[in-house]
């Protein structure tokens, strides 16, 4: 048993050195790269007690031990080894309902668990959402056109558990690994069941190869979508960051796509904008650069890191940028305004500035909540540009 008293110490450790600097799966990997003498399973479990730590939160008010112990014990619906040794009424009664399980831990506020509660978009329910924070979210992915049948007959052949949540779309266990079983990219793509249902706002065009424009590509999990969407493309993809461009390449090149145009560019600066000269598109997707507070299931360290004020550094460059690429959508053409954001400054907010700024409409919304089961909340707004402005 002495192994659990130092994977309790080892986070104690880890928590008191990590500033938030830089994502905290990063961190674990570089700690745990320096300290050699950690196997595999001291590793798994070092690592869950961290993360289970910051699902709770700015809700908790107990020191560092009891609110990882208090982790544990909330996140989990299976016995935990550290419980038995440290708190064993709480791991009889771990398989609780969660609501007979908070009221055991006083020192845990579910209200105070997310810190900007304030911030949400309207429609979206405060205590469920908070309350999700509890559970990790599941692995979703999408299987590329024509791959449905052969993805689910490997998966069932290496025993490999999922559930299918749309015709393409698989949920896992977080944490499953599919690298020697699937082709990535090829066979799947590895993205969140809403990101996927923001496919179900893209624009129909009835003649032609739309000409697109997937302006903040990132790594390319919209570019893709629209591929498998639209099947002919004429595709231009943009980030304003070299290296992200290079991977999107590689990863484009797996997924069999070829023949778009890529360019380096600052959505923010409008005189950057000229690289694109004076063409205009049938869609732009604006994926915009955000607080990524949607996702923060997956990264819960941002519960405690996160500063209110970055609120309104994202949603200003979000402004700047979505009118800056609204230039670019031909009259009756459209934009695609999308965030993993759960922030009205940032959501809402940016479409009422796009429309009261730019002659576009609203042709449909969606706040895309995963809450009730386990995947991540996104924004999404399709617009159309007056056919005549």
């Not at 595709?235 to 997924?255: F, K, Y």
Request: hydrophobic share 40%.
């Amino acid at each position: 048993m002495s192994h659990l008293y130092s994977h309790l110490n080892t986070a104690k450790n880890i928590l008191g050195l990590y500033t938030g600097q830089i994502p905290f799966d990063i961190f674990l990997r570089q700690f745990f790269a320096a300290e050699k003498k950690y196997g595999s399973k001291d590793r798994k479990s070092i690592s869950a007690l961290c993360y289970n730590y910051f699902r709770l939160g700015t809700g908790c008010t107990a020191n560092t031990e009891d609110q990882l112990l208090g982790g544990a014990f909330l996140c989990n619906n299976e016995p935990q080894l550290i419980l038995q040794l440290m708190k064993p009424d709480w791991n009889d009664r771990i398989t609780l309902p969660l609501a007979e399980k908070l009221a055991l831990v006083p020192f845990v506020d579910p209200a105070r668990i997310f810190p900007f509660i304030g911030e949400l978009s309207k429609d979206i329910q405060e205590d469920a959402f908070s309350l999700s924070f509890l559970i990790q979210p599941k692995l979703f992915i999408r299987t590329r056109p024509g791959k449905s049948s052969i993805v689910k007959q490997k998966l069932q052949v290496a025993d490999i558990p999922f559930s299918v949540i749309a015709t393409d779309c698989l949920a896992l266990k977080n944490g499953t690994k599919l690298d020697t079983i699937l082709e990535l990219n090829k066979e799947y793509v590895v993205q969140d069941f809403n990101s996927q249902r923001v496919g179900t706002l893209l624009p129909k065009f009835d003649n032609g190869v739309p000409g697109i424009w997937d302006c903040c590509a990132a790594s390319g999990g919209k570019t893709i979508l629209a591929y498998d969407t639209f099947k002919r493309v004429d595709m231009t993809v943009s980030d304003i960051r070299p290296g992200i461009l290079h991977n999107l390449e590689n990863r484009l090149l797996q997924a069999g796509i070829r023949g778009y145009k890529s360019i380096i560019v600052d959505l923010s600066n409008e005189k950057a904008l000229s690289t694109i000269g004076n063409r205009q598109f049938d869609l732009v997707i604006c994926d915009a650069p955000c607080s990524g507070s949607g996702t923060w299931g997956r990264t819960p360290e941002q519960l405690t890191f996160f500063r209110k004020e970055e609120i309104e550094r994202y949603s200003t460059l979000q402004r700047t940028i979505a009118i800056n690429v609204s230039r670019f959508v031909r009259p009756g053409g459209f934009l695609l305004y999308s965030t993993c954001s759960v922030f009205t400054r940032e959501n809402e907010d940016v479409v009422k500035l796009i429309t009261g700024q730019q002659p576009f409409t609203i042709i449909q919304s969606s706040l895309l909540t995963g809450y009730h089961m386990q995947a991540d909340t996104l924004f999404a707004t399709l617009l159309q540009r007056t056919a005549s402005d």
